[in-house]
């Protein structure tokens, strides 16, 4: 992992970072969220409070966070807390064996545990949606090897959550506009070999 990460949860300078709409806002704020749960042990209910009265669209210790889809943002955090037991096995079974998800930094967990359930549960989201928003959401916090990271993992995930044929077309379907046809029957991953 980089060292090039700032402390927290703390995003890299705004500047460099690429602007986001509501929902790439919500799962920023998610992941945010996410991360403070995981290691403040703060409960759903309280942090998404706080978040929603406190930080969504408001100006905090100088920085202004952006305005974010409020139920967008619920459906995230509370979709991974529910899901949580079942993600973090998927997940495991998606990262290389020398990194068990323990050892992941937690940002990095909160970014792969919420891309998972978007991927499990917003079927209508295009896969190539997902993934890049919640690469651009790790390029928030991180250089170079964790964005690389989530992006082969949601890919691994997407193959899991949805089935090998929708990967290709999805990633193929966002290059041209056009929306993916995607099976809901979740596939085996029988295939090894990296793309």
């Known amino acids: 992992m980089s060292d090039k990460k700032p402390a927290g949860n703390a995003p890299k300078d705004a500047s460099e970072v690429k602007p986001a709409n509501q929902r790439g806002a919500a799962r920023l704020a998610a992941v945010q969220a996410l991360y403070q749960m995981d290691i403040g042990g703060a409960g759903v209910l309280e942090v998404v409070a706080e978040y929603e009265a406190h930080r969504l669209g408001q100006e905090v210790d100088g920085e202004q966070y952006r305005q974010a889809d409020a139920a967008w943002f ?7 807390v529910e899901g949580q037991r079942g993600f973090d096995p998927v997940i495991r079974g998606a990262l290389n ?6 050892r992941l930094d937690a940002t ?3 970014i792969l545990r919420a891309g998972a359930w978007e991927l499990s549960a917003k079927r209508d ?6 993934v890049n928003e919640y690469v651009d959401v790790a390029r928030a916090f991180f250089d170079e090897e964790e964005p690389r990271i989530v992006n082969a993992v949601l890919d691994r995930l997407a193959r899991t959550y949805r089935g090998d ?9 966002a290059a041209d506009g056009g929306q993916p046809q995607v099976d809901p029957t979740p596939v085996p991953d029988t295939d ?4």
Not at 192 to 195: F, I, L, N, S, V
């Open 74 to 80: 619920r459906a995230i955090v509370s979709g991974v």
């Open 97 to 102: 064996e020398d990194w068990p998800l323990s």
């Open 108 to 110: 990095l967990r909160a």
């Open 125 to 130: 989201v295009p896969i190539a949606v997902i």
């Open 165 to 173: 044929s929708s990967v290709r077309p999805a990633h193929r379907a």
């Open 192 to 195: 090894d070999t990296e793309d």
